[in-house]
């Protein structure tokens, strides 16, 4: 399973930006991807279409026209007020037949729009009194300087970008450079920012059974999410790493020790047909090569090669998505709130409760100090299960329910959130599991704390500070604290 950038994620940046209309409080959003701006992820950001290959109105049906649909394109410079929008796609943007800056004699490179507006004009036009750059290279993409730019267009090709392997350095920057231009634009923003960032050709390269193209472009997406963490402060950003699906990519096993996963990929045994196979194959894709019932003799096969399409269980044009669960990771205020297992609608409102976004501000409005002991609240009853706690850090439990694949960054407005943050750690009451504990607070005041649902395991460790463990303990059971 290799990792690339979500839909989950983008929904939930999705509903952050749709929420945040009204509660965000003047956050910056940046949107930056591997794969058109018009794409899937990145879209879903700020769009509302009826298919996602609206991509301008040329792929639209006369049919949907009349009915009040408008393409994607012409949504990314409406909806949204977005700060910062870095990928490509350009060709969606202009007149049909207009040239392409980087590929003029290239008829499948020149504008498709057929109502023969030009959108990066008009989005010009619509940052006047602004510091707005639109660039298409890198060359004027270096020359943007963050501390002086209030809006950045950057669309490097008319399509997708390149894959990493194919990139041309003197004309396109790398992921790591386009995600460090988005954050040091946003950052200025004292309220905080939302940032997509996607890898988006991860899943082009798996669906053409390409793994060398794959796993350098997963190797170039970890090197962005390292430098979003070198230019934040964790105390002060939420990042959340997550993928909305896998691939049926498999990893044969007993290669030899230390062999490469590419170079040497050739498994060492040899299959019933006396024959080889790669350690990395696809469970279908592209790459089925049975040729009059027999699969091909790849010992003279150089498989290390970009080009090289891994072997497949079944033919199909396109490698499918698969099934199994995927990784999400946090860290930051709140990350504890994403562990677990969840499902995907979760993510959004984990983020948005976490940014003080949205309608369940709770842990945003309440004390700032603490008000507890460092108290250790145990229990026991014959045998049928137990309660262990510390009154430290109680509300981490309000965490339990969760558990994230692109690079989000979300900061929020630094001293509110940290205060936030805080009084959510320090308050003095939980609801976890169907058992009632009772504890003092430094002045001798009990301090209740309900656990509903009895008998059923809260799913929160936070941090070893306060772990609760629940059997079939009665609904009104009152626990003393033990010093």
Known sequence: MTMKV???AVFALFLLL?????????KSVGIVTTT???????ATTYAHSASRKWYSDADMSDAAKRDGCTDISSQLIKNTD???????????MTPKGTKDPEYPGDYASRGKRQDGRNLINEWQSMKLGKVAHY???????DAVDPENTDYLMALFEPGDLRFETERDPNMDPSIVETTEKAIRILQKNPKGFFLLVEGGRIDQAHHDGRAYMALHETVAFDYAIAKGLELTKEEETLTVVMADHSHPFTFNGYPFRGQSILAGGKSPLWATDVLPYTTLMYGNGPGHKITNGKRPDIRNVDTKTKDYVQLSAVPTESATHSGEDVAVLARGPMAHIFQGVQEQNYV???MAYAACVGADLRHCQGQTEPDLVHTTLTHDSNGAGG????????SSLLSALLALKVLIVSLS???TTRAAHKAHRDRSSVQVCGVDLTCNNREGKPLLLHLPNPGQKPMLQPDGALSVRCGAEPQDTTLQPVT
């Open 6 to 8: 979500t839909r989950v």
């Open 18 to 26: 749709a929420w945040g209309s009204s509660d965000a409080k003047g």
């Open 36 to 42: 058109r701006v018009q794409h899937a992820t990145p």
């Open 82 to 92: 977005i700060d910062v929008i870095i990928g490509g796609g350009r060709k969606y």
């Open 135 to 141: 660039v298409w290279n890198k060359t004027d993409f």
């Open 348 to 350: 959004a409102h984990a």
């Open 387 to 394: 309660v262990y706690g510390s009154a430290v850090l109680l």
């Open 413 to 415: 407005d630094r001293a």
